[in-house]
Nanobody, 121 residues
């Protein structure tokens, strides 16, 4: 069983930055692909970014965040990060960390509880 805990959300002005963290339990973290999703009010959950495991570090991003967001991982700390720069009001939502993300179906194996990100204009 994998347990995920997100942190780092908050309120920020448009153009600002936030860094989200997701701490994972389990000894197989380094082998697992990890991802971030978000859900805005009244909308479906959507894939934001993903990073492969097994030391591949290949990254994948939703088009709307390319060049602004960066996903990274620290296997020694069992933690995955999402650095978010140049934030826009449309980035507002609850951000979820997940294992084994599938961007086409917006599904994953394990989910965190989510952290709120609010970008004011």
């Amino acid at each position: 069983q994998v347990h995920l805990v997100e942190s780092g959300g908050g309120l920020v002005q448009s153009g600002g930055s936030l860094r989200l963290s997701c701490a994972a339990s389990g000894s197989i973290f380094s082998f697992k692909a990890m991802g971030w999703y978000r859900q805005a009010p009244g909308k479906e959950r959507e894939f934001v970014a993903g990073i492969r495991g097994s030391f591949s570090y290949y990254q994948d991003y939703q088009d709307s965040v390319k060049g602004r967001f960066t996903i990274s991982r620290d296997n020694a700390k069992n933690t995955v990060y999402l650095q978010m720069n140049s934030l826009k009001p449309e980035d507002t939502g609850v951000y979820y960390c997940a294992t084994d993300p599938d961007r086409r179906s917006s599904t994953a194996t394990h989910w965190g509880q989510g952290t709120q990100v609010t970008v004011s204009s």
